[in-house]
Structures are given as C-alpha cells and as structure tokens.
C-alpha cells in the first residue's frame, strides 16, 4: 500500500508538474474572427509558436465583447494579451485593467510612429496598424462610385444600402462620421439617427459583423456601405468588383491596439507576443493581406499595396479619430438611442 501510495503521489506530482509547464508556455488572446483571424495567425501567431515554442489559445471575440469580458474578469483575467479597435484600450488602462509597457522590454516601440504609442505609460496598448473607413462599392453595380459620405444617402440606392450596428466598432465610426456629415457632432448624434431612419424607411439593412457584410455584397444585395479598407479587400480577393472610396468630409480610422494585461502570470511571453505584433515583418503582413495601414516607421510595402492605404506616418495622422473617452462615456446612451431608430 505504501509504494502505491507513493507512486500515485509521484505520478500526481509529474503531472501537476507538466501542467504548470504548459501553463508557462502558453498565453491566451483574443482574435476578431473571420479575415482578420486567418491574417492573425499567418502574420503574428504562427511565428510566435515556432519562434518561441509556447501554445496561444485563441478566443474570438470582437473588441466591445472583449472588453466587457475584461471588466468581468477583473479578479481572474482570461486574456494576457488583448486586443481592441474601437478605443476601449484607453477605459482598459484607467481602469487598470491593462498594464504599462517598459521600452526595454518591447524593443520594437521604437520603430513606432510617436502617435501610435502616445499611452503606453498610461497602460494603453500600442497601435500596431489602422483601419481607414470609407465607403465601399460593388463597381459591378455603380457606373460611379460614391464620393462622399451623404452618398449613402442617395435614392438610387436606396434598398442596396448596408449599415453596420455601432456594436461594431467600424459601424460606430462610420455611423458617427454619416452623424458629422449631415450635420450632428459628438454632442448631438440626432442628425446621424434621422439620416440612418430615412435609409432604413428606403430599404436598407443593418448588420452586425464583418461576414454579415461579405454576404450582403457576395448575394449581390449590398451596392454601398460605409466600413474599412480591409473590408473592401477582403471582397476583392472573393472575386468582387469591390472598391473604397475615402469620403469627402473625412475618413475615420480605427487604431487596432495590444494590450498587456494586469494579474496574468505569463506577462513576459504576453510582452514577447506584443513586441512581435509590432514588429516590421508582422505589418508588413497584415498591409499585404487586409491593407492596414502600418505603425511601424520601417515598414515598406510594395506600391500595389501602399496604393490602397494610407501609408507613411503624414498620411496616417491625417486620418480621422473620434476620441475614444467620449465614445465610451456615450456608448450606452448612443446604444439606447440607436436601438429605438432601428426598431421600425
């Protein structure tokens, strides 16, 4: 009885053992789904497990959900590494959800452009790329495309517009700058509600997420919506006479953020995955398959590409960013407010 007894204890142990290993060698993120997934994993993930031999448990989900997660989870985080695109890494950080980045330990923030890595100290993750958010069009469709954000106004389309719900984070900043160019501003969003109203009264649909976009378009149904550039892109490559037009009266871009997580025990795996998201070769990666524009002043991109992003660090400061305390001090009420001038 006593050898079983401690052969049982000695098999326990190992394998109490091991799990703390794989533990250590192992960070869990999440990935928003989808396009961006497969380039996640292509660009970032894949070369982070052989370079370091460590697992990466991915969760997809988007960056509202992520984030509610996070506020969840305070006590017992999930996530090492998370990432955002709608500006939830500045409530993150003053919440002290996230945790401030150490240069030494990221050496890849000094090949940032100063703007993309202005909070890391705060404990507001670093921008590793940007989405641009225009208008996209099916070409099969318009003989000419759309030129300016009030074109989604435009009878001729009428039962072919698609809008995004500002659950969404690309949906919440086209919806704000539609709000801005017929008029509203941060303080009065009725102007973008009525304009929205009116388009559902014609026949436009709502989604939620970026497949439900790329359905719209691949069923011929959609002719217009406002979204991003590696939207756009991603229904070029399906075969699509898809285009993006950058609107008139601004172009909003959405910074696409890695965040370090506070009270995980693998931070610095989760700083060595950080610091490879920031690297040259990770976005050069993500410009070539979903044409975001990089934070990375080192990163060169063949003309093809760079023809379709911003690209250089004048061209990607020119773009627009609603300031992401003010969406989040808003966020519920706007949602409120949204909600009712749909339901019709």
Known sequence: MKVTTALTT????????????????????????????KAHLKCVIDPFKQETGAEV???TAYSADAFSQLRAQKAAPEYDVIHFSGGQEVLGAAEGLTLPLD??????LAELYDFAKAGIARGEGPAYSIAAIGLIYDGAKLETPPAKWTDLLDPAYAEHVVIADISNGYGMLAFLMLNQAVGGS?????????????????????????????????QGDAWIAGYSSDASFVLK????????????????ASYLTANLVAGRPNQELALKFIDMTLSKSAQEC?????????TNSTAELEPEVAADLAYGQEAVQALLRFPPTVIEEHRSEWVERWSKAISR
Do not use: H
């Open 103 to 108: 240069p030494a330990q990221v050496p890849n």
């Open 237 to 252: 490559n399906a075969g699509l006479d898809a285009g993006m037009i950058l609107g008139a009266e601004g172009v909003p």
């Open 57 to 59: 448990n991915i969760v």
């Open 286 to 294: 993500f410009a070539q398959e979903l044409r975001y524009s990089p």
């Open 10 to 37: 000695g098999v326990v142990a190992l394998a109490c053992v091991s799990q703390a290993m794989a533990q250590d060698k192992a960070i869990t993120i999440n990935s928003f789904g989808g396009a961006y997934e």
């Open 186 to 218: 941060l303080d009065d969003i009725q102007p973008g509600l009525d304009a929205v109203a009116g388009m559902l009264d014609a026949g436009a649909t709502v989604v939620n997420t970026s497949p439900e976009i790329y359905q719209a378009f691949g």
